[in-house]
């Protein structure tokens, strides 16, 4: 190109002189170099050029699937991140749902319904494995009754026992149908022994009943100490008859999962519970 820009610039000179004969001062008898573009330019203009060829190279090598690529990375942007987001941020400071008024509540059932409406219906029939592994608990609803049972029943915290809930895990194995519902404690001692540290484990099975439905049957309960005490064996707590059991505690009970990704989980009870989980 640098060529072709040199070979115009010198057909288009001219002899400035009138006449082959002319001896004006103000004539040349040499093409006049001041239309001839400076090495510089030259240069400039090849560089926008290879420029140009580079960046036409470069989009033509772009994969041919260049467009799903690009929807991938809308879908990740859209709306549902941003409501899961939202409903995080809600529950994040509500201790699990103990430090939740009925303000705080409606806001968290609001935000779930949000999100449970962008998923759209869940269907795990074909595809139990999305619910393996272990889950934290970041709300539930149910502990606005103040116990361990969440809107079932159990051991009331912070009243009559001196309980002090931690951490909340559901661990679900789709393989052997395994469900555990694993809570961490910590048990008050008399002064001046130090609080007992405990991790008790409801141990449970479960079984699909609908699309998105799940069965749990309450099997046992074992209490692990931990801390100074996690050498001490592993203790069964144990269960009450059924013939003395209320009908309201069987130990068994259903829910639906009203959303499912890879790592957030909303399940709404028998008895209205709202609990949201993420993948641990």
Not at 46 to 71: F, G, Q, T
Request: hydrophobic letters at 35%.
């Amino acid at each position: 190109m640098a060529n072709s820009l040199l070979q115009s610039s010198v057909l288009l000179s001219k002899f400035s002189s009138s006449s082959p004969s002319s001896t004006s001062s103000s004539s040349c008898s040499l093409p006049c170099i001041s239309n001839i573009p400076s090495k510089s330019t030259v240069q400039r203009k090849r560089s926008v050029v290879l420029r140009a060829a580079s960046i036409e190279k470069a989009l033509n090598d772009l994969p041919a699937d260049v467009d799903k690529v690009i929807d991938g990375v809308e879908k990740a942007l859209t709306p549902t991140s941003e409501i899961k987001v939202k409903l995080l941020s809600i529950v994040a400071g509500l201790n699990k749902g103990l430090a939740a008024n009925a303000e705080d509540m409606e806001k968290a059932d609001a935000a779930a319904k949000e999100l449970e409406a962008a998923g759209g219906t869940v269907d795990i029939s074909e595809d139990q494995e999305k619910l393996q592994g272990r889950w934290k608990l970041v709300y539930s609803s149910g502990f606005s009754s103040r116990t361990l049972g969440g809107s079932r029943p159990g051991p009331p915290i912070g009243r009559l026992l001196p309980i002090t809930l931690g951490q909340v895990f559901q661990r679900i194995d789709v393989f052997s149908k395994d469900f555990d519902n694993i809570v961490e404690l910590q048990l008050g001692a008399p002064w001046p022994l130090p609080p007992i540290e405990a991790t008790a484990t409801l141990e449970h099975k479960f079984e699909l009943t609908g699309s998105n439905k799940l069965k749990i049957v309450f099997e046992r309960t074992t209490v692990k100490t931990t801390g100074n005490l996690a050498q001490l064996p592993l203790l069964e707590v144990p269960r009450i008859p059924d013939a003395f059991r209320p009908s309201s505690r069987t130990g068994s009970g259903e829910f639906e999962i009203t959303y499912l990704d890879a790592d957030t989980r909303i399940t709404r009870g028998d008895r209205g519970e709202l609990r949201v989980f993420v993948k641990a």
